[in-house]
Structures are given as structure tokens and as C-alpha cells.
């Protein structure tokens, strides 16, 4: 960014010298400069339109893009990319390319960035989530504290299911993933102590069908209500949708994909915190500091399906689990 904004300075010098010699015909000469535009990149391990973990990042950086215009600011993405390699590359080749910010979006890609950001010190990276920078002057690190929405659906969850027993597909123990599967496990222990919640851990955050096989498995052993993070959960979801389960998702809206199961959803806007990054790049700050998205700040939101039908009930447990942990008076790690 300080290479485009001596550009821009060397260019206005011109124009100003051009104006000085053209006499008193050209003073009413205007001529325009361009106007700076930040340019981001995206690296990231599933596509933009999976409803969970990387469509959280691109529909942040859309709506970034929605309040300061198109021409101001730029994106451009790399998706798909769950070979490590493959990411450090396209990252390597961003950051080549002068973009402002370059965003790493897993901690699959940590020790890749760790390498490459130094030699590349008037870039700013992020990467997340985690909250580890490195110590390095340009990386920036944030996190969703997704245990906050993970007790939320576990509450609800737990006052839905006529079972009283729970199914949760996770990916891989690690990240926002474990920080939701635990925080839900605790709001449904907080609700009733007497419902079972079982785990299953598939090893992989893109595995389809391995997610269905273990939505079914729950399912097999009683589970009426299912939940989930990554973006194998479609598997899940429509495993739940065949068999009739309730569906709590998180990292993005997943309601589209099951109308008549999908009870809510935890979603991520990351716009909170690359807002925040993007103040601080243009303030000539590139890294050092981690951000953090809740249900405080915002960056946290539980949306509700509309064409669920919640009853009542469940609904003012839900808003007053939410306004609790907002306000301390819950917490979900004590």
C-alpha cells in the first residue's frame, strides 16, 4: 500500500508541475487522480458457497465491499485449496502481488505464513482462527469464540429433542470447532443434565460422506436433534432432513439447505474484526495484534429459520441465554 500511495504522490506532483507551466489558460485544468484501492486476497480450504466455515470470510468481505464500494475496494480469492502446499503457494503469490491485506483463512495454513510473512514486512496477513501472531509485526490473528453460540443451540437443543439424546458431528478436535462442540455440550448439560450428547469426531473438515455416515449412526442410536461443524456438514444436514432430526448449524446460515429441519443457526461476521485490521493497516499498522468475534461485539449473531415454527418458550430461553452471556451473568467456561 505505501508503494501505491508514493505513486499516487509522484503522480499529483506531476500534474501540479504541468499546471504551474501551462500558464493562465490551464488553471481551470482538472485532472484526476485515482482514487486508492485497498485489495485483499483470500486463501481458503472450501469453496465460497459451502454454507459453513469459508463463506463466513467471503460473505464478510462482500459486505466490507457493499459499504465502500467496488472501486475503493477489491477482492480476489483462491477456494478449494485444502492441500497445504497448494494454499502457501497462492498466499506466496498474493502477497508477491501487492495486495494490502492477504487473508489466511484456516489454522491448517499457520506454519506456511509463519515463513512466508517475513519476507514480505509491508504486507499485512491474518489468519485464524486462533490468536497466536507469531510475534511477527505483520500478522494479524482472529478467533470465534463459537462456544457462546454453542451453548445457545445446546439450550435449545436440549428443550427440543423428545429423546433426550443429541448427535454432534464434529471435524477435527481443534480451532472454533471444539470451542462450539464444547460450549454446546455445556448449554445442554446447563438445561437438563439427564440428555445425552454424543460426539463423533470424523477427522476431516471436508469428508461428505463420512459426516452423513455419522449423522446416520446418531440417528441409529436415538438422536431426534443433530448439530455440527465444517463444511462436511451438508453430508449431516441431509442425513437429519431424511430422518426427520432437528438441525443446529454454525460458521454460516444453513437453513437454505433444510428449510423444515434447520432450527437456527450460529453466524460468523468477521467484518467486525477486518474492519478493525483494515483501520489499523491504513494507520501504517500491518500485524501484531489478535481479534476476537462474540455475541457481544457482534461478530457473533444467532439467526433463527423463519420457517421454523419455535415455540415460544424455547425462543425466550434462546434470547435470554444470548442477553446472558452479553452481560456476564453466563458463562459458558467457568
Avoid at 506454519?111 to 514480505?120: M, N, T, V
Avoid at 486462533?130 to 453460540?149: K, Q
Avoid at 438445561?191 to 440417528?219: C, K, M, P, R, Y
Avoid at 457482534?298 to 420457517?307: A, W
Amino acid at each position: 500500500m505505501k508503494k501505491i500511495q508514493k505513486t499516487l504522490a509522484m503522480l499529483l506532483l506531476v500534474v501540479l508541475m504541468i499546471s504551474a507551466c501551462g500558464g493562465a489558460e490551464n488553471e481551470a485544468t482538472v485532472v484526476e487522480v485515482p482514487a486508492d484501492i485497498f485489495k485483499v486476497a483470500v486463501v481458503m480450504p472450501s469453496a465460497i458457497n459451502d454454507l459453513a466455515f469459508s463463506q463466513s470470510m467471503y460473505d464478510a468481505l462482500l459486505a466490507i465491499q457493499a459499504d465502500t464500494g467496488a472501486d475503493s475496494f477489491e477482492i480476489v480469492y483462491s477456494e478449494g485449496m485444502f492441500i497445504v502446499d497448494d494454499a502457501a503457494a497462492a498466499i506466496r503469490d498474493y502477497a508477491s502481488q501487492g495486495f494490502d491485506l492477504v487473508i489466511a483463512h484456516g489454522s491448517q495454513y499457520g506454519s506456511s505464513l509463519q515463513e512466508i510473512a517475513p519476507d514480505f514486512l509491508e504486507t499485512s496477513f491474518a489468519w485464524g482462527t486462533t490468536v497466536d501472531t507469531f510475534g511477527l509485526p505483520n500478522i494479524f490473528a482472529y478467533e470465534a469464540r463459537a462456544e457462546e453460540g454453542g451453548y445457545v443451540n445446546g439450550v435449545m437443543a436440549t428443550m427440543l429433542s423428545e429423546s433426550a439424546v443429541i448427535g454432534v458431528v464434529g471435524p477435527i478436535e481443534t480451532g472454533d470447532a471444539k470451542l462450539y462442540v464444547d460450549g454446546f455440550a455445556v448449554g445442554a448439560a446447563a438445561t437438563d443434565a439427564g440428555t445425552e450428547v454424543n460426539t463423533n469426531w470424523i477427522g476431516s473438515f471436508s469428508d461428505v460422506a463420512l459426516a452423513s455416515e455419522a449423522a446416520q449412526t446418531h440417528i441409529g442410536a436415538g438422536a431426534d436433534v443433530l448439530t455440527g461443524t465444517a463444511q462436511m456438514v451438508v453430508g449431516a444436514i441431509g442425513a437429519a432432513e431424511e430422518n426427520g432430526a432437528l438441525w443446529f448449524g454454525t460458521q454460516s446460515s444453513q437453513s437454505s439447505l433444510a428449510p423444515s429441519i434447520v432450527v437456527a443457526n450460529q453466524v460468523y461476521r468477521w467484518e467486525v474484526v477486518l474492519e478493525d485490521m483494515i483501520d489499523l493497516i491504513h494507520g501504517g499498522t500491518y500485524g501484531g495484534q489478535s481479534f476476537e468475534i462474540t455475541l457481544a461485539n457482534g461478530g457473533l449473531v444467532i439467526e433463527f429459520n423463519g420457517d421454523y415454527a419455535l415455540p415460544a418458550d424455547v425462543q425466550s430461553a434462546a434470547d435470554a441465554t444470548i442477553a446472558g452471556i452479553i452481560d456476564g451473568s453466563i458463562s459458558v467456561f467457568p
